[in-house]
Nanobody
């Protein structure tokens, strides 16, 4: 089992920045990938970004490319999401997810492919 705890959400004005953190504990040695998803009220959970834990390969949704950066600290078992140039449409609950098996192709972007989830952290961007 892997436990994930997110932090760093909050209220920010449009154009501002936030950094989310997700600390993993438990059987972290088997982690293949970690990702961030988000869910706005009345909408489905959507992919934001992912990182391959060992090699550091990164993936981004088109809507955040160039504004968000995912990174990880292997020693701390923590993944980060640096969010810049935030827009009101970025408002959502952001969830950290982890998977301990191989991912390929479009699997990276599907929420149901991830095994472990955090409790979520609210990000609100005011206009």
């Amino acid at each position: 089992q892997v436990q994930l705890v997110e932090s760093g959400g909050g209220l920010v004005q449009a154009g501002g920045s936030l950094r989310l953190s997700c600390a993993a504990s438990g059987r972290t040695f088997s982690t293949f990938a970690m990702a961030w998803f988000r869910q706005a009220p009345g909408k489905e959970r959507e992919f934001v970004s992912a990182i391959k834990w060992s090699a550091g390969n990164t993936y981004y949704a088109d809507s955040v490319k160039g504004r968000f950066t995912i990174s990880r600290d292997n020693a701390k078992n923590t993944v980060y999401l640096q969010m810049n140039s935030l827009k009101p449409e970025d408002t959502a609950v952001y969830y950290c997810a982890a998977r301990d098996r191989f991912l390929f192709g479009s699997m990276w972007f599907r929420a149901n492919e991830y095994d472990y989830w955090g409790q979520g952290t609210q990000v609100t961007v005011s206009s």
